[in-house]
């Protein structure tokens, strides 16, 4: 089945530093991308998609683009803030033959930004 | 316009008892999905309600059920509960299609079975 794996953590950073949190997915077809982040006690938050491949996504100074050629997505930050501090997930879509979709989910790459 | 919420937050089980966690969606959303998560297994889906109807469903025993209500509200079941349950369960709402609009997520219900 489709799968997603990115780097284990966790990571950490002294504030203004540069982020790479790299991720790579098997999957059949062309499934969305997307990177969430989930801060503690909350749930997660979207922070970024790409839909199809060469696409970037962009949010709050993160980036991340569709690579189909490496299979990969890796979120980058030019420099970080201690705010940035959370646990980061990659996530595919993966369609269902009804038509139904869910995501699969990375382990998650804990980020902690050191002021 | 509020976010979707979860109640309650936090439940203490013990083994064999069951267990219900509610979920109301975002207002409009009709598309209401569940997860699990886990320090071992991280994020895992449960199954995925749209009006009214489950269209997907993980890779979960039978004890693991849930519903929609007409109102879009959610309620997932958890039954005979088993040591290996807990965990942070975690609900998400959607406009319509889960990918054409963005997935909001819960805050959560964090479930310990002792």
């Known amino acids: 089945g489709n799968s997603v794996t990115q780097m284990e953590g966790p990571v950490t950073l002294s504030e203004e530093a540069f982020l790479t949190i790299n991720c790579t997915y098997t999957a059949t077809g062309y499934p969305s991308l997307f990177w969430y982040v989930q801060y503690p006690g909350e749930g997660l938050q979207l922070l970024l998609k790409?839909?199809?491949?060469?696409d970037k996504g962009s949010n709050k100074g993160f980036e991340a683009t569709y690579r189909k050629e490496t299979t990969s997505f890796h979120l980058e930050k030019g420099s970080v803030q201690v705010s940035d501090s959370a646990v980061y997930f990659c996530?595919?879509?993966?369609?269902?033959?009804?038509?139904?979709?869910?995501?699969?989910f990375g382990k998650g790459t804990k980020l902690t930004v050191n002021p | 316009k509020a976010g979707v919420t979860q109640t309650p937050r936090y439940l203490i089980k013990t083994r064999g008892q069951q267990v219900t966690l509610s979920c109301s969606p975002i207002s409009g959303h009709r598309s209401v999905s569940w997860y699990q998560q886990t320090p071992g297994q991280g994020l895992q889906f449960l199954f995925e309600?749209?009006?009214?109807?489950?269209?997907n469903k993980g890779n979960f025993p039978g004890r693991f059920s849930g519903r929609q209500f007409s109102n879009s509200r959610s309620e997932m079941n958890v039954s005979t509960l088993e040591l290996g349950d807990s965990a942070l369960y975690l609900c998400?709402?959607?406009?319509?299609?889960?990918?054409?609009?963005?997935?909001?997520f819960g805050n959560g219900t964090r479930l310990t079975v002792t």
């Open positions: 790409a839909t199809k491949a060469d």
């Open positions: 309600y749209f009006s009214e109807t489950q269209r």
């Open positions: 996530a595919l879509s993966e369609e269902d033959q009804g038509g139904s979709e869910k995501l699969v």
């Open positions: 998400a709402s959607s406009f319509a299609e889960p990918f054409l609009s963005p997935l909001h």
